[in-house]
């Protein structure tokens, strides 16, 4: 196996984690910057990391995802937040400033009006099958979320992803803690816990690439 299979055979939902053991800063980077580097539509980015290494905090977000042991031994659990659809309108300076970026004078206002308003068409009529801005940039959250899964895996750590919580709980704590949180301009997208694992996993169970893969080629 090469270093990124050796990758995906490591990684695992892991259930407990040892809570004596912490993930060095860079270690930790080195999963984000993999979440940072993730693809996105339009370059939108619709996504934030909040990563909660106190243990207080931690013990509260226990309850709201269904007293799950993960939360409370991993060493650092990120709350991965979408930007919700008000981050993507004309007069937002998210998306102004995401937009400047990308054009060859940032400053130039008409040019950004032109490119945003391209965006917000393709956001009104483009979407496929009636998916909400909103879903759109949770859908995105979990692309992030596999490359930091499979980044920490990369180096030994283990992880495991949590979508079960309470959506208003984890906004309620974000809010008392987060004083820039904004509950019309964010959602709870997933969650995840990073740690060192204490038991040794059961081999994945996934079915064979035949039963899940269907190939279109010029025979058919
Ligand atoms: C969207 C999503 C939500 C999940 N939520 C939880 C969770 O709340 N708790 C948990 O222990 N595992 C959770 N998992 C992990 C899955 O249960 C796990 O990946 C699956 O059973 C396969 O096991 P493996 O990853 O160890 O191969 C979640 C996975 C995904 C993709």
């Not at 270093?3 to 912490?22: M, P, V, W």
């Not at 400033?97 to 956001?123: E, G």
Request: with cysteine; aromatic share 10%; hydrophobic share 35%.
């Amino acid at each position: 196996m090469d270093k990124l299979e050796q990758a995906f055979d490591f990684r695992h939902a892991c259930k407990k984690f040892d809570n004596t053991k912490k993930i060095s800063q860079q270690d930790l980077e080195y999963i984000l910057e993999a979440g940072r580097q993730s693809p996105s539509a339009f370059g939108l980015e619709p996504w934030h990391f909040v990563i909660v290494d106190s243990e207080n905090i931690k013990k509260e977000l226990h309850t709201v995802c269904y007293n799950q042991e993960q939360v409370t031994t991993c060493s650092h659990f990120v709350i991965v937040l979408y930007r919700k659809a008000n981050n993507f309108t004309l007069q937002s300076e998210y998306l102004r400033q995401t937009i400047a970026r990308t054009l060859p004078d940032a400053n130039d206002q008409t040019a950004i009006d032109d490119a945003c308003q391209s965006i917000i068409n393709f956001y009104q009529h483009g979407l496929a099958n009636g998916l909400t801005i909103n879903h759109s940039s949770e859908m995105q959250d979990y692309i992030a979320c596999a490359n930091m899964l499979t980044a920490a895996a990369y180096r030994g750590i283990d992880s495991c992803t949590i979508g079960g919580f309470q959506h208003d709980g984890v906004v309620q704590i974000l809010g008392k803690y987060m004083p820039k949180f904004s509950r019309e301009s964010f959602g709870v997208g997933l969650c995840l816990a990073f740690g060192y694992r204490i038991n040794e996993p059961e081999s994945h169970t996934r079915w064979p690439l035949a039963n899940i893969t269907t190939y279109l080629t010029e025979s058919n």
